[in-house]
């Protein structure tokens, strides 16, 4: 296989609005390009600021491009040599970390505002540049590179005199001419050659000449417009190599940089390994079987390993040179499983099924066995190297001795054979029982903006109503009915969002059709198919091209079994595009696990990691039965970002322990941890999950480089109620990856990528959105091998089952969160009222001097309530959560005592599937909720209307009063001043309650007094 080159690429593609250099209003610009010592620069565009060069720029890459750490510059400058000005012609900057360089198939035109080179720098505009990676073959090293052998025969007399004058002869470079008449101040300063002299007519140079482009950098030949760059360059950013003796060698002119090997970054692959420190650490006795020899040659033999009172079987061997099988055993080393035979591990060989009965009068079949004592088994600690297999001789067995391969040693869970070894508390029935790490597919927005129609119908029908019907896989949306009249071409302007998946296939279609509304039916006037493969991407809000579809009419079978005439399809105008810059959401808005955007280029680097030990479980409740015995085979499933872990499954435990940890990069420490307990059961036709209850952890509530240890319980929602299936024990530390300044600068970009503010989706569409999303993700699961079943994704992404309706529990548990949540608003009221009351005539007093205070110096209002806050803060801070990450409480969702009727009514699917004597109770009990709000609306219609009656005449002796208090009260503001005023106010609200009137204040009565419009309601 030939070995592959990659290649960095930089397309140039356009720039809006830079700033005008030439003192005419406008600019010559051309774009350098910097990576890893290596230059290339595109042609110049003659005085435009917008220019337009669509331009490639190839560069090597030595090593993985997101391992480099280097940086792409890109600089925009103006050509000098067209609109001579003695100012700079720096016209801005963009600095691209080529970690977030994406692959070829991926890139987007992305937009990217130009940056300062220094603080009073003067710049402006954008650049839309492509930037990717593609590999290459390595083309065929040249034959005079090769070192010559030594049974070569001697070079001939014209080799010696080429081989001679390059060694004599200097190296020189050979320049653009346009690069040797660049004039001299922008010769670099770190050259060792000198500068070339400056033509006569170049003005001399000026302290603002200093940021002026290399002499390499000195633009092409003028084009008026963009296209491939000079051959030359390449040349020129590529100097030849110099030759063996460095004394008469000549210096070019522009000589590449060292590269700068900057500092190992923390990359997410290097972050998450694991050092099992979360968990308990559990021995395990490992057995490898290899492979075996000498054995009898029509024998099918498989070999059976016991160990701790656990027997297991190998499958069938695959005969070759050897009987080979290469499978790995792990027996759990626990105090139950010491105590039934703590030193006997025992190895047999069988010429029998793997599935098959044995006893002790089936000596034939038997070819020889090991037995071993466990005591005298190596101990391997990673990071030792696995422990080699070894022959031993198998004894006892029919017929002359064979030889078996194996290996075993005694490990922990850190063991690099731990995840593939088969566990022997794992179930023999069930073959992905293991433990497995699965990512969930990137998601894309589909955008289809439609248009118009032209040539759709004939001529016959003056009005028609037409619609488009878009369909991808199980994703089926329309537009609106558009009537046309008289002719004129349907438009709508309208725009349709679908999901999907990578990698998108030829055989994955947009499918647009045409449909016509004539009475109750549909006529199809004709369809087209948009190949996802050919949908362009774009990572903001710019718009892309348009096309137009040919509408195929529909087969004239269709039509006839309809009994109607084939309709001409017409064409149709749309624009389709990934759009790349929204996050595409899986899960419920409360959980959400990651805000990335699709594009991998918009991707931030990662602040932190979270690190998750899977204990085990404790008291699980039996969920299916079998032989008439209760049994449990729990396995726990976590969920963060798009990557998912799944434990291995403990057979027939209510006790599992599996003490497994997994760590993932955190890009927003406001996201949720995800982890379920699910039951794998085998009815024989096919595998199912059942769910035993989900947890969920905040990482935005868990102190930093903190260990949060203890049982969360497992609660499950079922339509007889709550019932708890036991408890899950979790192990969870989230630590930052860079500084403290960097954790806490997330706080305050926006949560969801710039297109979510940009342009909006609408809220209608972001529920049937993720519910597809949702779909698409536990497809793409379920086909993995071993798979994560269906169910299982669904279940974690709250996508399972009917979509839920009208829950009177949820509305009692969302009351109780917004009273609890403005229960400081009550606290504050009864704290004014036992002060007013004189309750404590010290605090009273108090609030007296403090008033008076704020009155003469109001500037003091603002930090005495900033300080108030910040006071209330850090007294609370004593008061913090110290334990447990929040989990599920019965008593915040209201679900400790329930009533049968009203689960009945938040399981019901919509529309509902019950009676119509149920649903006429659930209605009338409905009827007497909205009755009880209907009054509160109109209570606050009513106050409304008092408070706009003050000014409306329709009480005039009402009016009249409120109008000469209003004018009486401004001449007394006029001569009183204000401070008086408001103490005397403060003062009188606070007076004693010997001065005040049990009854209410004739403010109050003046107020209820006013006339509302309730009574013209009929």
């Given amino acids: ?516 509304r004539h009475g109750k039916d549909a006529i199809v006037l004709g369809s087209a198919s948009i190949p996802l493969s050919t949908v362009e991407r774009r990572v903001d809000d710019r718009k892309v091209a348009s096309r137009w579809l040919d509408l195929l009419p529909t087969s004239e079978e269709a039509q006839a079994k309809k009994g109607r005439r084939p309709v001409h399809g017409g064409r149709l105008h749309v624009r389709v595009c990934f759009d790349g810059g929204y996050h595409v959401s899986d899960e419920p808005q409360n959980a959400e696990s990651d805000y990335r955007p699709s594009a991998r280029q918009l991707w931030r680097s990662p602040v932190g990691v979270v690190e998750l030990g899977i204990i085990g479980c404790r008291g699980l409740l039996p969920v299916r039965t079998v032989d008439g015995k209760g049994t449990t085979d729990a396995y726990a499933v976590a969920k963060y970002g798009p990557k998912w872990a799944r434990t291995r499954t403990a057979a027939d435990s209510f006790d599992p322990a599996w003490n497994e940890q997994y760590t993932w990069p955190v890009y927003d420490p406001c996201t949720v941890l995800t982890v379920a307990v699910f039951d794998q059961s085998d009815d024989g036709k096919d595998a199912t999950s059942r769910p035993m209850g989900k947890v969920r952890i905040r990482l935005s509530t868990l102190e930093t480089n903190r260990i949060y240890r203890g049982s969360y319980p497992l609660l499950l929602l079922l339509p007889s109620g709550v019932k708890r299936m036991g408890e899950i024990e979790l192990a969870v530390r989230f630590s930052r990856a860079g500084s403290a300044l960097d954790l806490l600068h997330v706080y305050g970009q926006p949560m969801l990528p710039a297109m979510h503010h940009l342009r909006p989706i609408p809220a209608a569409q972001r529920e049937p959105l993720r519910l597809a999303a949702a779909r698409i993700v536990a497809a793409h699961l379920g086909r993995s091998e071993p798979s994560l079943k269906r169910e299982v994704a669904l279940w974690v992404l709250d996508a399972a089952g009917e979509p839920r309706g009208y829950s009177m529990r949820r509305v009692r548990a969302n009351w109780y969160r917004i009273v609890a949540a403005i229960s400081w608003v009550a606290d504050l009221a009864r704290w004014v009222e036992d002060t007013r009351a004189w309750r404590n005539p010290t605090t009273t007093l108090l609030v007296h001097g403090v008033l008076v205070l704020l009155v003469w110096f109001p500037e003091l209002a603002a930090p005495t309530v900033t300080a108030h806050v910040a006071a209330v803060g850090a007294w609370r801070y004593r008061r913090r959560a110290r334990g447990l990450a929040p989990h599920p409480c019965l008593r915040a969702s209201q679900a400790e005592a329930l009533e049968r009727e009203e689960l009945d009514e938040e399981f019901d699917p919509v529309p509902s599937a019950r009676g119509p004597e149920v649903v006429r109770a659930r209605y009338d009990r409905m009827r007497g909720v909205a009755a009880r709000f209907q009054a509160m609306l109109g209570d606050v219609a009513a106050q409304a209307e008092r408070v706009q009656a003050l000014v409306t005449w329709r009480d005039p002796r009402a009016t009249g009063m409120f109008v000469a208090l209003c004018f009486l009260l401004a001449v007394a503001l006029y001569v009183v001043p204000a401070r008086m005023a408001a103490v005397a106010a403060g003062f009188y609200y606070l007076r004693h309650p010997i001065f005040r009137d049990r009854l209410s204040p004739a403010a109050v009565n003046f107020y209820r007094r006013l006339p509302s419009l309730a009574d013209r309601i009929i």
């Fill in 1 to 516: 296989m030939a070995s592959m080159a990659r290649k960095l690429v930089v397309e140039v593609v356009e720039a809006h609005d830079l700033l005008p250099k030439d003192g005419m209003g406008t600019s010559s610009p051309y774009v350098v390009v910097d990576f890893d010592g290596q230059r290339r620069k595109t042609q110049t565009v003659l005085r435009n600021l917008n220019p337009t060069w669509n331009e490639a720029l190839e560069f090597d890459v030595i090593g993985p491009v997101d391992d480099a750490g280097e940086t792409v510059e890109v600089e925009v400058y103006h050509d000098r040599r067209v609109g001579p000005s003695r100012r700079n012609n720096f016209l801005g900057r963009v600095r691209i970390d080529s970690r977030k360089v994406v692959k070829q198939g991926e890139e987007a035109v992305e937009s990217f505002p130009v940056e300062k080179k220094r603080f009073f720098s003067w710049v402006r505009g954008d650049i839309y540049l492509k930037v990717y990676y593609v590999d290459e073959p390595k083309p065929p090293a040249p034959p005079s590179e090769a070192a010559p052998k030594s049974d070569e025969p001697p070079p001939t007399a014209e080799a010696v005199n080429m081989d001679a004058g390059k060694t004599d002869a200097p190296v020189t470079v050979q320049l653009p001419e346009a690069a040797e008449q660049a004039p001299e101040a922008a010769a670099p300063e770190s050259e060792n050659s000198p500068p070339p002299q400056p033509p006569p007519e170049e003005p001399p140079v000026t302290a603002a000449d200093a940021e002026k482009p290399k002499e390499s950098d000195a633009p092409p030949p003028v084009t008026e417009n963009g296209g491939t760059g000079n051959p030359a360059e390449t040349a020129e950013a590529n100097p030849a190599p110099p030759p063996p003796e460095p004394e008469k060698e000549a210096i070019p002119k522009w000589v590449p940089q060292p590269r700068q090997m900057a500092p190992p970054a923390r990359t997410p692959e290097a972050m998450e390994r694991s050092k099992y420190d979360l968990v308990d650490k559990m021995q395990y006795l490992f057995v490898r079987i290899v492979r075996a020899r000498k054995l009898p040659g029509n024998a099918k033999p498989h070999v059976r390993v016991s160990a701790y009172g656990r027997n297991v079987s190998t499958r069938t061997a695959r005969q070759s040179v050897f009987f080979e099988w290469n499978q790995t055993f792990a027996f759990v080393r626990d105090a139950s499983a010491a105590a039934a035979d703590p030193s006997a591990l025992e190895i047999s060989v069988w010429d029998l099924p793997p599935d098959s009965d044995l006893n002790d009068e089936e000596d034939e079949h038997f070819l020889g066995g090991v037995r071993f004592d466990v005591a005298e088994v190596p101990l391997r600690d990673p990071p030792d190297s696995p422990l080699a297999p070894q022959w031993y001789r198998l004894e006892g067995g029919r017929g002359r001795g064979g030889d078996l391969m194996l290996a075993t040693w005694v490990g922990t869970q850190a063991d690099d054979s731990f995840p593939h070894a088969w566990k022997a508390d794992a179930p023999t029935s069930h073959a992905g029982s293991h433990s497995k790490v699965y990512v969930s597919p990137k998601l894309w927005y589909i955008r289809a903006t439609v248009i118009e129609a032209q040539d759709t119908v004939t001529p016959s029908i003056k009005e028609h109503a037409v619609y488009v019907r878009a369909a991808l896989g199980f994703q089926v949306l329309k537009t609106r009915n558009a009537v046309s009249r008289n002719g004129a071409p349907p438009s709508w302007n309208e725009d349709l969002l679908f999901v999907e998946a990578e990698p998108f296939g030829e055989d994955q279609k947009l499918v647009l059709s045409l449909e016509l």
